[in-house]
């Protein structure tokens, strides 16, 4: 079945360390975007890429970074920057034409 | 520029009972709607999506949801709530930017069902 596979699925990082989130979709869609989650916030975009090898910030990028060298893959990167980063991530692919999206089932990062 | 207003971020009904969650729009365009449903820890799932057929529009687990253009409006309703429904809705719209359908949320209603 064609989805959206993020991992790990739950993720504790110490302060001051960067971790990858990994982010694979088998959808054949050209856009891939991620999301952050937190509690009454709704989603909040963070990056998106519309093709291979180009992306743009969202709303709230400081902190984090992205690339996109396969279509299937788009992983993000949360630095040591980012001053708050425990939260619910999602990684989502949208249908061109309807722009509904299809969602990973999310990756939940703690940071100790 | 469009968005999304979800009317009530908690709301508490019996099991049985009419659900109704409210989800007004704002779009320069005819709007695509959707509806979608987030169990906890759980990415989103799409519950039903408006496309500019059907005003009123049917999804899974027994819900539906009726596009009004007039009120701007696109409420989610299911006449009997389970306990299986108590979760987090999401009322999205979709308009058109250079490189595509970009969707647009809601903040979310959390639905909890009693006995």
């Known amino acids: 079945d064609g989805g959206i596979t993020q991992s790990p699925k739950y993720l504790f990082r110490k302060e001051g360390q960067n971790v990858t989130l990994s982010c694979e979709q088998n959808?054949?869609?050209?856009?891939m975007y991620w999301y952050r989650q937190d509690p009454g916030q709704g989603l909040r975009l963070i990056y998106y890429?519309?093709?291979?090898?180009?992306?743009q910030k969202g709303d709230i990028a400081e902190g984090y970074s992205v690339s996109r060298e396969k279509k299937e893959s788009f992983p993000l990167t949360v630095t040591s920057a980012q001053k708050n980063p425990t939260a619910f991530y999602l990684c989502?692919?949208?249908?061109?034409?309807?722009?509904?999206?299809?969602f990973g089932e999310g990756s939940r990062l703690t940071v100790l | 520029a469009q968005s999304v207003t979800q009317l009530g971020s908690h709301v508490s009904v019996s099991e049985g009972a009419l659900v109704l969650l409210r989800c007004n729009y704002s779009?320069?365009?005819?709007?695509?709607l959707f509806w979608y449903v987030q169990y906890p820890n759980q990415g989103l799932q799409l519950l039903l999506k408006?496309?500019?057929?059907?005003?009123l529009v049917k999804g899974i687990n027994g819900f539906e949801a009726e596009f009004k253009k007039s009120e701007t409006s696109f409420h989610l309703t299911k006449p009997s709530a389970h306990m299986s429904d108590a979760a987090e809705y999401f009322c999205?719209?979709?308009?058109?930017?250079?490189?595509?359908?970009?969707?647009?949320f809601g903040t979310g209603t959390q639905l909890k069902v009693e006995l």
């Open positions: 959808l054949n869609h050209d856009a």
């Open positions: 779009s320069s365009v005819p709007p695509y």
């Open positions: 890429s519309q093709i291979v090898n180009d992306f």
């Open positions: 989502a692919s949208p249908d061109r034409a309807t722009g509904e999206l299809f």
């Open positions: 999205a719209v979709s308009g058109w930017t250079g490189g595509g359908n970009k969707l647009t």
């Open positions: 408006y496309t500019s057929a059907a005003t």
